[in-house]
């Protein structure tokens, strides 16, 4: 991927004498431009899935990729990929040119406002291939509503929704409040 992107800058000085403040602020046209190489995008091929659930467990260690056979998938429920090469190859390349911009972006420091005039990139399409990666998966119900879980099976990195009951949740917050409230109440009388 090849990018480049203009971003407007300013920088302010502040300074004062005995009659006045005075504000000084610089303005800057700023340049940047790169190329990024990727390897090994992926892209969830299945429509059921949430694609924020899987980008949320990456990375995948791709050294460690082995010649599929089913005999991984022995004693395990597994869907067949709905989505073909060209239907995900405008994720994966949508994800490329966002990490292309927010590398341009982030070689950009010490100005107060930084605001983006234009941004320029390309993607070069690679080479798509089939894998299946380790992904758990557990769907479970609470109080009539279904909640994911997502689970890289190399690094364990887990994802999710909890359910959270409301009630608790008010009874935990007014207890902290009460709390706080209570040792402000004591510290003024301690101060008078």
């Known amino acids: ?7 407007s800058a300013t920088r302010t000085h502040v300074w004062a004498d005995s009659k006045y403040n005075y504000t000084r602020t610089d303005h800057f046209l700023l340049i940047r431009g790169g ?6 995008v992926p892209v969830d091929g299945s429509k059921k899935m949430d694609d924020a659930y899987m980008e949320s467990i990456e990375p ?3 050294s460690k990729a082995v010649p599929f056979g089913f005999a991984y998938l022995s004693g395990y429920l597994a869907d067949k990929y709905d989505m073909d090469a060209a239907q995900c190859q405008p ?6 040119r966002q990490t292309t911009a927010d590398a341009l972006r982030s070689t950009v420091h010490g100005y107060v406002t930084v605001l983006p005039q234009q941004t320029s990139l390309h993607v070069k399409s690679g ?3 089939y894998v299946l990666l380790p ?4 769907n479970s119900q ?3 509503k279904t909640y994911t879980f997502a689970m890289n099976g190399q690094t364990g990195k887990m994802v999710g929704q909890l359910p959270v009951d409301m009630g608790r949740f008010w009874l935990h917050l007014a207890g902290i409040w009460g709390s706080l409230f209570a040792a402000f109440s ?3 009388l301690l101060l008078r």
């Open 35 to 40: 190329s990024m190489t990727y390897q090994g």
């Open 1 to 7: 991927t090849a990018g480049s992107a203009r971003y």
């Open 60 to 62: 995948f260690d791709y």
């Open 127 to 129: 080479k798509a291939r």
């Open 142 to 144: 609470y109080k009539g």
């Open 91 to 96: 994720r994966a390349e949508s994800r490329m």
């Open 135 to 138: 992904v758990w998966l557990l």
């Open 186 to 188: 004591l510290l003024c």
